[in-house]
C-alpha cells in the first residue's frame, strides 16, 4: 500500500442568482464596461441579495451537493474548514453554523482567514487530517460574500468582486493521486495595501466610525497587481520545478480569479496554452476563496482521472501559494 494522500472524491459549488453587470455599475461609478473590461477581464458578477441569507446558507447547500454526489450523509463528515474573510459573525466560526445548520453532528470545524488564498490554505489544513490518518471525510469550503464589505461608491474596489464559492470533498487514496506538494507563503508588510481597515480589535467600530468608508475594502491597486504578477508565477513555477513537471505535463492551471492579466502572465511563465487554464472571471468576477473551487466546480467534467492540476493564488496580507495534486476521477461520470 502506497502513501496515504488526501483525494477529492467531489465537487459542488454555488452562485447567488442575482447579476451586477458592468452596465449597471456604469449607472452606480464613474466607469465604463470597456474599462472594466480592458483592465480586468469581469463583465459580471453575482450578488447574494437575501437579507437573510449569509456565508453559511451558501455553504449548506455546497455540503449537500458534496454528500449527494458522493452518496453520502453530512452526518458522515469528520471535519469542515472553511476559507473565507466574510463569515456569518465575527464569531463562531461560519463552520460551526454550517455544520449545526446542514446536519453534520459528527463533524467539528474552523476558519481559515487568508483572504483570496483562504480556499489554498484551507485545502492544505484540511489535507494534513486525511494523510495522518485523523480523519476519512473533510470538507473544505471556499466562499466569499464581498459584497458584505464592498464600497459601492469605490470605483476602484467594486467592479472587481463578486460573491459565491465553491467546496471538495477529501478522502484518503493509496494510489498516487491527490494532494501531492504545497507551496505556501505570506508577507505580513502587504497589509497595509489590501484590507479591512475597521471592524478589528486594532481599530473596533464604534459610533463614531460608523458608516465610514473605512469599514470598507481597501485596495491599493497598482501595488497589489505588481506583487500578484511576481509571486503567483514563481510560486507556480517553483511547485513545478520541484515536481519534475513541465508545461507539457501539467493538464489544468487553476488560477485565482483576480485579474485576468494576472492569469495570462502566471500561464506564460508555466509555458501553458490557455485552453490549459481555467478562466470563469468574466462571469463572476473575484470571489476571493470561492474562484478557485468555483473553477473545479465548472469544469469537473473535463477532467480526468490522473491529470495533473496546479492551483495558485494570492490575496491580501499578503497571502499566496500553490497546490500540485493528481486528480482522482473522470469528472464525466458524476
Request: charge should be negative; glycine fraction near 10%.
Amino acid at each position: 500500500m502506497g502513501k496515504t494522500t488526501a483525494a477529492i472524491t467531489s465537487v459542488s459549488g454555488y452562485i447567488p442568482e442575482d447579476k451586477l453587470t458592468n452596465f449597471d455599475l456604469e449607472k452606480m461609478v464613474d466607469t465604463t464596461d470597456e474599462w472594466i473590461t480592458t483592465r480586468t477581464g469581469i463583465k459580471e458578477r453575482r450578488i447574494l441579495k437575501d437579507p437573510e441569507k449569509a456565508l453559511s446558507d451558501m455553504g449548506v447547500i455546497m455540503i449537500r451537493q458534496l454528500c449527494e454526489k458522493r452518496g453520502i450523509e453530512p452526518s458522515e463528515l469528520d471535519l469542515i474548514v472553511v476559507g473565507t474573510v466574510t463569515g456569518d459573525y465575527r464569531f463562531p466560526s461560519t463552520a460551526n453554523v454550517i455544520c449545526d445548520k446542514v446536519g453534520a453532528t459528527n463533524a467539528w470545524g474552523f476558519d481559515v482567514s487568508a483572504a483570496c488564498s483562504g480556499f489554498i490554505y484551507s485545502l492544505t489544513v484540511g489535507s494534513q487530517f486525511i494523510e495522518t490518518g485523523k480523519y476519512k471525510k473533510v470538507a473544505v469550503v471556499g466562499a466569499d460574500v464581498m459584497s458584505s464589505i464592498v464600497n459601492y461608491k469605490d470605483r476602484a474596489t467594486c467592479v472587481i468582486f463578486g460573491d459565491g464559492g465553491g467546496a471538495v470533498l477529501l478522502e484518503p487514496n493509496n494510489e498516487g493521486l491527490g494532494v501531492l506538494d504545497t507551496i505556501m507563503k505570506n508577507d505580513g508588510s502587504g497589509r497595509q495595501y489590501l484590507l479591512q481597515k475597521i471592524g478589528g480589535s486594532l481599530t473596533p467600530i464604534t459610533k463614531e466610525n460608523v458608516g465610514s468608508d473605512e469599514q470598507y475594502i481597501y485596495q491599493d491597486g497598482k501595488v497589489v497587481f505588481k506583487h500578484a504578477v511576481t509571486s503567483v508565477a514563481d510560486v507556480s513555477v517553483e511547485i513545478m520545478e520541484r515536481n519534475n513537471l513541465t508545461g507539457e505535463d501539467v493538464n489544468w492551471l487553476v488560477p485565482h480569479q483576480a485579474n485576468l492579466r494576472i492569469i495570462d502572465a502566471c500561464a506564460r511563465r508555466m509555458g501553458l496554452s490557455t485552453d490549459k487554464v481555467m478562466v470563469n472571471i468574466e462571469k463572476y468576477g473575484n470571489t476571493t476563496s470561492g474562484t478557485i473551487p468555483l473553477c473545479l466546480w465548472e469544469w469537473e467534467s473535463q477532467l480526468r482521472k490522473g491529470d495533473n492540476v496546479v492551483l495558485s493564488a494570492f490575496g491580501g496580507g499578503f497571502t499566496w501559494g500553490s497546490v500540485y495534486l493528481k486528480w482522482a476521477y473522470d469528472g464525466s461520470q458524476k
